[in-house]
């Protein structure tokens, strides 16, 4: 029995006890009764709540433990000396089996996943409907305790509100919780890896060649950390071409919006820029490898300027396209939050329109868009579809933008693409990268969210 049927029955038996509920709860209202504390609504929801929400919980533990439970029945009927010493082959040994018996490969590399996989079955389907007869016991405990305890004068009301409160707070908590263990896992592996490369080398160094070698004596077999080159290429393509295109045409393009354009067209052509922040990012990155990448090359060969096949400018004028509904929202918003008192007394005084927009109305509004720049350089940094398929993975630290550079993010990729051990350098350096990357985009959406938040206090 698949895990989403189990679910659909629960929310079924919780029907069931909303309606059961509900109709115990109407009988409440009868003449001669006391006024029930609650309405019937309320009686229901505390019944059907408390069947669903404990047997959901423990469907969610059981498909944790479950999984353990499953390897060590599959394992159980199996010499040990027959299985592999090392827990990743033996890890890979199950993986198989489990693929086998899901029907997701017919041919598997280790023989003995055959012999594992009708075991693996057989484990899964008891497993499964012992948890569903456990979850079924909690529901109907559950459901009939709280079904017990309805009466004219039982608070449902604020027993629901408080069930809904706590699910609410275990939501927030799961999304603080998961945050939370990024960064835990993020920083100790960046921790291991400062144990083996000196900080100052990777935050100063200016050569960036992370292959170790197999053998010690062999060229390289240290491999070069210095991540210079990488943090400015990301600023290069992100923070300098790609806010060199975004901002001008965001902002110019919220001025027409909100001051020039008639509404009719407005309608329109809003939802239609802001449609770009939508696109894959893999759709820009095509664009720039083979239209924009080209054109530029060829521009530098008419004009006799060393260009490479993949250039920092392809892919910033790509990256500062893609994030131009950033700051075009952004600045519409500020623009139209400033008030109209404001453009008022500016035409009073004889200024015209553009002087209104050029002396009022944009200083006026400048917090709103700065935040917007702001949050555009942090979603530019962060992006590494269109620096692969453009920029290329050369780690030049160069100001010309027709040449090849490459990002933080396109590095962490190239680290951990493929099979790699977990304790050498040169894995470790990418968590080092994302260490790096994640405290400055922290950076730049505090300072963001701050001016934002000063501004609407000015403005609301």
């Not at 006890?17 to 029930?36: D, E, V, Y």
């Not at 199996?78 to 089996?97: F, S, T």
């Not at 300098?240 to 975004?246: D, G, H, K, L, S």
């Not at 008030?339 to 927009?357: K, V």
Request: glycine letters at 8%; zero cysteines.
């Amino acid at each position: 029995m698949s895990g989403f049927t189990i679910i659909l029955l629960i929310l079924g038996l919780g029907l069931i006890a909303w309606l059961s509920a509900r109709a115990k709860a109407m009988a409440f209202a009868t003449p001669g009764i006391a006024r029930p504390h609650s309405r019937p609504n309320y009686h229901a929801w505390y019944v059907a709540l408390a069947a669903i929400v404990p047997a959901l919980l423990f469907l969610t533990v059981w498909s944790i433990v479950s999984t353990s439970l499953i390897d060590q029945s599959m394992l159980a009927g199996i010499d040990p000396a027959n299985l592999p010493a090392d827990p990743a082959a033996r890890g890979n040994l199950l993986a198989e089996a489990r693929a086998l018996a899901n029907g997701e490969i017919a041919n598997p590399f280790n023989a003995q996943a055959r012999d594992l996989a009708p075991a693996y079955e057989s484990a899964r389907g008891f497993y499964a409907w012992t948890g569903f007869g456990i979850a079924l016991l909690i529901a109907f405990a559950a459901g009939g305790w709280a079904y017990t305890r309805l009466s004219p004068s039982f608070r449902a009301r604020t027993r629901v509100e408080r069930i809904v409160m706590g699910l609410l707070l275990a939501a927030s908590l799961v999304a603080i919780l998961t945050t939370l263990g990024i960064v835990a896992s993020v920083l100790f592996e960046s921790i291991r890896f400062f144990s083996m490369v000196s900080p100052v080398e990777f935050l100063t160094g200016l050569n960036w060649s992370p292959q170790i070698a197999i053998r010690a004596d062999q060229a390289g077999s240290s491999g070069a950390f210095g991540a210079v080159p990488l943090f400015w290429g990301t600023i290069f393509i992100g923070a300098i071409i790609a806010m060199i295109v975004a901002i001008p045409l965001g902002l110019m393009s919220a001025i027409y919006l909100t001051q020039y354009a008639r509404p009719g067209f407005r309608k329109w052509v809003k939802p239609i820029l802001e449609i770009l922040a939508g696109v894959p990012t893999v759709v820009y990155g095509y664009f720039a490898a083979l239209t924009v990448a080209p054109a530029i090359r060829d521009f530098a060969m008419m004009t006799g300027i060393p260009s490479s096949t993949e250039s920092a400018l392809a892919a910033g004028l790509v990256m500062g396209i893609m994030i131009i509904p950033f700051v075009s929202s952004m600045a519409d918003d500020s623009l139209s939050a400033v008030p109209q008192a404001m453009r008022d007394g500016s035409l009073a005084m004889g200024a015209t329109r553009s002087e209104t927009i050029k002396k009022v109305l944009v200083p006026a509004a400048l917090p709103g868009v700065i935040g917007g720049v702001m949050l555009a350089v942090s979603r530019a940094i962060g992006e590494t579809m269109i620096v692969v398929m453009a920029a290329g993975l050369a780690a030049n630290l160069t100001a010309n933008p027709f040449e090849s550079v490459t990002t933080v993010t396109t590095q962490i990729v190239q680290l951990l693409t493929g099979d790699q051990e977990f304790d050498s350098p040169k894995t470790l350096a990418a968590f080092a990268l994302g260490l790096v990357l994640f405290l400055v985009t922290l950076a730049l959406n505090i300072i963001a969210l701050r001016v934002v938040k000063k501004y609407r206090e000015a403005y609301d």
